[in-house]
């Protein structure tokens, strides 16, 4: 049987976690500081992909990278649910030409 609900990999999580981390030039030493860890070996257990950050710890890395936690999570969902950049440029249009209306009305 098929299931029917979407599943987070923790090792694409963990190797996401760390090319974040390494594109903003962050260290373990770092995130564990944010966080208030006392030693840093849950950090290594993401990264290994033995263990996910507890919700908690999953939206303070959000914070601290400044991506929505969807972002940082990697799993098996066939679809992408942010809107795309055409809709949201589109909607910013949209939403401008309103204003314009109101404005001159």
């Given at each position: 049987?098929?299931?029917?609900?979407?599943?987070?990999?923790?090792?694409?999580?963990?190797?996401?976690?760390?090319?974040?981390?390494?594109?903003r030039?962050?260290?373990?030493?770092?995130?564990?500081?944010?966080?208030?860890?006392?030693?840093?070996?849950?950090?290594?257990?993401?990264?290994?992909?033995?263990?996910?950050?507890?919700?908690?710890n999953?939206?303070?890395?959000?914070?601290?990278?400044?991506?929505?936690?969807?972002?940082?999570?990697?799993?098996?969902?066939?679809?992408?649910?942010?809107m795309?950049?055409?809709?949201?440029?589109?909607?910013?249009?949209?939403?401008?030409?309103?204003?314009?209306?109101?404005?001159?009305?």
């Open positions: 049987m098929k299931r029917r609900y979407p599943v987070i990999d923790m090792k694409r999580t963990g190797q996401n976690i760390k090319e974040i981390m390494q594109m030039g962050m260290t373990v030493k770092n995130v564990q500081e944010f966080l208030e860890l006392s030693t840093p070996q849950s950090i290594y257990h993401w990264l290994d992909g033995r263990n996910m950050p507890t919700i908690d999953l939206y303070a890395l959000s914070e601290l990278f400044r991506l929505p936690v969807d972002a940082i999570l990697k799993g098996d969902r066939e679809f992408d649910y942010r795309p950049k055409d809709m949201m440029d589109r909607r910013v249009i949209l939403y401008c030409e309103k204003f314009r209306q109101l404005r001159a009305g």
